[in-house]
């Protein structure tokens, strides 16, 4: 079957959200490492919670709910301008280097992006760093209320691009999100941005493992759900020799 | 409305879920503080992600899956009998100082456990650790095939006890499952094992944040839901003075 769609995930894929430490740390300094990593690893926790609790907030809220959950329970005190400041480089994060070349290599087919991101932050997101022009359409799990890796977040491929699930090429750098769209149904592939020999030497070089590190461990290795992605790619790049061979 | 049934969570609330450090670090020396927080961490992302994908499997296969997820991401060989002693450990973990006096203290009360555990790690777990005869009742997921903190998980407590949601006290240390069961609409306390003044000072004495302070940040402190419980206590001990007015 001809992959007629390649769908990407936006936050970890196309976006490096770990690119919010230069305003985490410009504000707090020295604090900068633990904010990222534990606000990520919350945001995440919130959408899966939220999800499962049937009470959902737009990823916006929940953006800003972790925020404020990281910066009480390390302890630090700050302004509401500040605050602001740190969220909206959500609608500013830095595109992975490979992104534009990657989409641009896979042009002529349609380019999307399947994200938890609220439609309006993921629009002024891809407006600002000009994805948009290379870019089809933009869905937000907003339309279906619940978040990836819920089923009902996959459907809306088909619902908004008008592809069957066999004619997509379903891409993230998320491994949960990668496990996700492969219990959904959908053709994988899974970017693999820290390899397992790079995490081990890194871990063994460590007197002890610090947030980076751990953030590392929870997030960026394939999961153990037995949902294994078609492709494993340590580039976007990769992707149009798939598609087009 | 008069109390009847005090519920509680198992793993975190009456047992000590670190206390699998002893065997972690014994059978990997210097490795057990990351292994027993990964493990943790990993282990209950999955019961989350399992859920939202409709993928249950019951959590003793969770558990082994993030085991073998963390060694696997750390870069650890292991010997399956060596992998099996781990995980036994969670048919022997410690209970807290505050469980079994909490538990005769309420004496008189249906008292239950609602746990994500699998139905025979329970049965073996509350036997082994004398528990069994402080409680009338030990309730799994498994009926349910769902993790909480979704609400099938909490209705469980009125189809196999026979009482109201607002007949119910739930407690439970872990936050998610404090708000999961808050959500639902039980009347819920907290045991805030860890102060927010104490997880700060430990904050600001590290240079840098290792896995189990990750740990703590990540776990042990109130999400911010809106969900907050009715009572935060800092002991079991503290139940029976609520319960008995």
Chains 1, 2 share one sequence.
């Not at 709910?65 to 830095?94: N, Q, W």
């Not at 980076?212 to 294994?228: A, N, Q, S, V």
């Amino acid at each position: 079957m001809t992959i007629k769609a390649i769908v990407f995930d936006a936050y970890g894929t196309l976006y490096d959200v770990q690119s919010v430490s230069s305003i985490t740390e410009e504000k707090f300094p020295g604090k900068g490492e633990l904010i990222t990593q534990v606000w990520r690893l919350k945001q995440l926790e919130y959408t899966w919670l939220r999800s499962q609790m049937g009470a959902f907030h737009d990823f916006w809220a929940v953006s800003q709910e972790s925020l404020a959950y990281t910066l009480d329970c390390i302890g630090i005190p700050y302004e509401k301008a500040v605050f602001e400041e740190i969220m909206a480089k959500y609608r500013h994060l830095d595109p992975y280097a490979d992104s534009i070349s990657a989409l641009e290599a896979l042009k002529g087919k349609q380019r999307a992006i399947l994200s938890n991101g609220s439609q309006d932050m993921l629009d002024d997101l891809i407006r600002n760093t000009g994805l948009n022009a290379h870019l089809e359409a933009c869905v937000s799990v907003d339309a279906v209320q619940i978040f990836k890796p819920n089923n009902k977040a996959y459907e809306l491929i088909e619902d908004k691009l008008g592809v069957k699930p066999e004619e997509v090429l379903f891409v993230s750098s998320n491994a949960f999100d990668a496990c996700g769209a492969k219990n959904f149904g959908l053709k994988v592939a899974w970017i693999e941005r820290v390899t397992a020999e790079a995490l081990r030497a890194e871990i063994a070089g460590l007197d002890k493992a610090g947030p980076t590190t751990m953030f590392k461990i929870l997030r960026m290795r394939m999961e153990h759900f037995g949902m294994d992605p078609d492709y494993r790619l340590s580039s976007l790049n990769e992707l149009a020799g798939i598609v087009n061979g």
